[in-house]
């Protein structure tokens, strides 16, 4: 079996399939590369979960058959190697042997049998097609969701990823959750681990503008770009709390008392702080106006080395175009606090604290000036965000603060 291929169009195919790519020193390190009637493929799975296919393009191919390389190995040499690059393996020999060969040099390694590979193939076999939707869809839906998944897959294996189901995908750490809609969500059911959603972000990114198919089957779910690129994950057994109806209505609660706040400026404001704040102090005050006016507010942090550490938060001007408030909830890259009740008399908001790491993954994935709002609930309230993605990704954020 022998391979030519340009260099750049390897170097791509492995930058996609290294996502997968296992660390055990067996075949999971080895990228498996395969031919069949659709051309020359990379194949690379990281146990027990990921699995990726990804065409080789431009690659041509004589005799076929499947080898691996060790994948930490090759991707170090085809890093260095410009032109054409040849690999090939000889399917009659007994000694494992492949080339490879550019103008840079030439290298010989031993592939291991590719019959040892797990059988992700095999799974894919089994899959049928469920759904299809935008590659940006779900990279938005993915990204906009991924800070708020608990990574302590120990203590609580069922928030330690992301559900999508019912048109919805829901993430939730214990502390603060995360909610996103859109109608191509319909109809797709997958719970992605959050070892996974980075790999498969990348692999989304890679195939911008795809229409992806969704399979499921084989105690797996494979995404499926128009390259036939595939992307696999491993369907876990957890059951999600059933946070979704409990905040089902999240997405038309409507803002009380707004401010609007530059992105930046905030982040730089927990900087400052965090900058004088005693170690291990996570709360923030959140400093609210005494008068009714929408004047900017102040966010504080406890330090015994200074006295007063405080940041006074700047509010940009309302751009022309703009909708008023009380319409707000169309505008793009937003965020949100609203109230769960109806204001009782005496139900001022006074100050209120916040932990300084949810709030600063919250602000984090948005791009621009942001309204900030709180509420309350008795003793607790809660700040709610909300963005519009330009892809059509709505999300909901919800953080909880106490007095």
């Known amino acids: ?21 296992g660390t055990n020193q067996d075949i999971t390190s080895h990228f498996i590369f395969t031919s069949d009637d659709t051309g020359v493929s990379v194949m690379a799975c990281s146990p027990p979960r990921q699995f990726s296919k990804i065409p080789v393009i431009g690659a041509t191919v004589q005799n076929g058959g499947s080898f691996s390389i060790e994948g930490k190995r090759l991707i170090s040499a085809t890093n260095v190697m410009t032109g054409v690059v040849e690999i090939e393996y000889d399917i009659e020999q007994d000694n494992g042997e492949v080339s490879l ?8 390694t031993l592939s291991l049998d590719p019959e040892s590979f797990p059988p992700w193939i095999e799974k894919f076999g089994q899959a049928t097609k469920v759904g299809e939707i935008s590659s940006s869809i779900l990279y938005d839906t993915l990204n906009t969701n991924r800070q708020y998944v608990s990574q302590d897959d120990s203590r609580r294996p069922e928030l330690a990823m992301i559900l999508i189901e019912g048109g919805k995908a829901i993430a939730c750490d214990g502390y603060m959750l995360n909610m996103s809609r859109h109608d191509d969500l319909k109809g797709i059911n997958v719970k992605i681990h959050y070892k996974d959603i980075t790999p498969l972000m990348k692999f989304l990114k890679a195939h911008d503008g795809n229409v992806i198919e969704v399979l499921s089957g084989g105690q797996a779910t494979f ?9 696999a994950v491993m369907d876990l057994p957890h059951t999600y709390p059933p946070i979704t109806q409990q905040y089902a209505d999240a997405f038309n609660w409507t803002p009380r008392r707004v401010w609007r706040l530059s992105k930046d400026n ?20 959140f400093k609210d106006p005494e008068d009714e006016a929408l004047l900017p507010p102040s966010i504080e942090m406890k330090s015994s080395s200074s006295k007063n550490l405080s940041y006074n938060l700047e509010v940009p001007p309302f751009e022309d175009g703009e909708k008023p408030l009380e319409e707000i909830s169309d505008l793009s890259s937003l965020m949100y606090a609203t109230r769960l009740k109806e204001k009782g008399e005496g139900d001022d908001i006074p100050t209120f604290d916040f932990n300084y790491l949810s709030i600063k993954k919250a602000v984090e994935i948005y791009n621009d000036n942001i309204v900030f709002g709180c509420t309350r609930e008795g003793n607790k309230g809660y700040m709610l965000f909300k963005s519009d993605q330009d892809s059509g990704v709505q999300t909901v954020s919800i953080i909880g603060w106490m007095l």
């Open 223 to 231: 995404f499926k770009a128009e390259n036939s690129a595939l992307f």
């Open 266 to 285: 905030f982040m730089n404001g927990l900087t400052f702080l965090s900058a004088f704040a005693d170690k291990n102090n996570y709360k923030v005050s």
């Open 101 to 108: 060969k550019g103008s840079e040099g030439e290298a010989t």
């Open 1 to 21: 079996m022998k391979i030519t291929v340009s260099a750049q169009d390897l170097k791509e195919t492995l930058g996609i399939a290294q996502n997968t790519l």
